[in-house]
C-alpha cells in the first residue's frame, strides 16, 4: 500500500513538474516563486481587510497576479514545447513581477514605501537566469515603470503623492536599485567565468582520461587500461562459470611494411587493422594495442570453438584490407595465440599462455591461431 502511494505520488509529481532535471527545478522554482506571491498578496489581502488598500483595486490585483502565476507556471512547464529559452522566461516573470509592483505602489497608499523592495527582489532573482546587460535593461525598465507609476499617482493625487516625497523616494529607490543590480551584475559575471572555468576542467579532465586510457594511433584501449580491464574481469562474479578467453595478435611482417612502404603505411595498416577488429567484436569484447604491432583481446563469457570463429572471421576480414596506392607482396595476415582461462588463475598467467602460444603460431609459419 506504501509503495502504492509512492508511486503515485511520483507519477503526480512528474506529470506537474516534469521529469528531465532542469525542467523540473524550474517549474520547482516558479513554484516557490507563486509561493511568494501568495504569501505577500495575503498580507495586503489582510491590510485591505483593516481599510489600509481600497477592497476593489486589492480583488483586481489579486486577479490578476493569480492569473499570472498559473499561466506562467504553463509556459515554465511547456517551455521545451514551446521553445522558449529561460532567459527569455526569465525576462517575461521579471516584466510581470514590475508590473505586480507598480500595481501595488498605486494602491497601497500609505504602505507604498515598503513596495519599493519589490523591484530589487526581481532584479536578484533574475540574475541567475540573465546575463548582467540584460539584467541592466531590465533595472532601466523596473525604474522607468516604476517612476511613470511614481508620476502619473502625483499627477492625479498630488495631496497624497507629492511631488517632493514622490521624487525623493523615486531617488532612493533608483540609488539602491542600480547598485544592486551592478552587484548582482558582479556576480553574475563570476558564476560565467567559473561556470567556464569548470567546463573546461571537465574537458581537460576527459582529454586526460582519454590520453590514460585510449591509444591514439587505433583509438583502442592502451596497455594500461587493458591491465585495468583484466583487474576487473578478475574481480567479475563469474557464477555461471562462463569461461574467459584471452587471445594475443600479432600482425605479419610488419617490420617489413615499414621498411618497403614507410611508417605511415604502417600506421594505417594498424589504424585499418583496429577497425577490422572492432567491427568482429561485441560491445562487451575488449581488444588493446598491447604494444608495437601486437594487440591483446578479451572476449568475457566465450567458450573457446566461438573464440576461434571470431579469429577466423577477423582473418578473413584482414585479408581484404587494402591500402590506396599502396601494393603489399602477400596479403595482410595475423599470427595468434588463443588461450582459455583456467578456473580463477589470475589473468597475468593466461596472457603468458596466450604469449606462448602465439610464439607457437609465428614459429610455425605465421597467418594462423593456436590455441594452448
Known amino acids: 500500500m506504501g509503495s502504492s502511494v509512492t508511486g503515485r505520488l511520483a507519477a503526480l509529481s512528474e506529470l506537474v513538474f516534469g521529469n528531465e532535471p532542469r525542467l523540473r527545478r524550474m517549474t520547482q522554482y516558479w513554484s516557490a516563486t507563486a509561493l511568494l506571491y501568495i504569501l505577500f498578496l495575503s498580507l495586503l489581502g489582510h491590510c485591505a481587510t483593516l481599510g489600509l488598500i481600497d477592497a476593489g483595486a486589492m480583488r483586481a490585483l489579486e486577479r490578476y497576479a493569480e492569473t499570472g502565476v498559473v499561466l506562467f507556471f504553463a509556459l515554465v512547464r511547456f517551455s521545451p514545447r514551446l521553445g522558449l529559452r529561460p532567459s527569455t522566461l526569465a525576462a517575461l516573470q521579471a516584466l510581470f513581477g514590475i508590473s505586480c509592483n507598480m ?89 560565467m567565468r567559473l561556470k567556464a572555468q569548470r567546463e573546461e576542467l571537465a574537458a581537460a579532465l576527459e582529454t586526460i582520461r582519454v590520453l590514460a586510457t585510449v591509444d591514439e594511433l587505433t583509438s ?80 568475457p563469457d566465450t567458450a573457446p570453438s566461438d573464440a576461434l570463429a571470431v579469429l577466423a572471421r577477423l582473418r578473413a576480414r584482414v585479408a581484404r584490407l587494402k591500402l590506396p596506392d599502396v601494393a603489399f607482396e602477400r596479403a595482410l595476415s595475423f599470427s595468434g595465440g588463443l588461450t582459455t582461462r583456467a578456473g580463477h588463475e589470475p589473468l597475468a598467467t593466461t596472457v603468458n599462455r596466450a604469449d606462448k602460444a602465439l610464439y607457437q603460431a609465428k614459429s610455425g609459419g605465421r597467418d594462423r591461431v593456436v590455441e594452448a
Open 103 to 191: 500595481w501595488i505602489y498605486a494602491i497601497a497608499g500609505p504602505l507604498r514605501g515598503a513596495t519599493l523592495m519589490g523591484l530589487m527582489v526581481v532584479v536578484v532573482f533574475c540574475t541567475f537566469a540573465m546575463r548582467p546587460r540584460q539584467n541592466l535593461l531590465l533595472t532601466f525598465t523596473g525604474l522607468v515603470g516604476m517612476g511613470g507609476t511614481m508620476f502619473w499617482q502625483h499627477a492625479h493625487d498630488p495631496v497624497r503623492y507629492p511631488a517632493t516625497v514622490e521624487g525623493v523616494t523615486f531617488l532612493l529607490m533608483a540609488l539602491a536599485t542600480v547598485a544592486v543590480a551592478f552587484l548582482t551584475g558582479v556576480m553574475s559575471t563570476m558564476r
Open 220 to 299: 583502442l584501449a592502451n596497455r594500461r587500461h587493458m591491465h585495468a580491464v583484466l583487474a576487473a574481469e578478475e574481480r567479475r562474479d563469474n557464477t555461471l562459470g562462463r569461461p574467459t578467453c584471452i587471445a594475443l595478435l600479432d600482425i605479419d611482417f610488419f617490420k617489413q611494411i615499414n621498411d618497403r612502404h614507410g611508417h605511415a603505411a604502417g600506421d594505417e595498416v594498424l589504424r585499418q587493422f583496429a577497425a577490422a577488429a572492432r567491427a568482429e567484436l561485441r560491445t562487451r569484447d575488449v581488444l588493446a594495442r598491447w604494444g608495437g604491432e601486437e594487440f591483446l583481446l578479451m572476449l
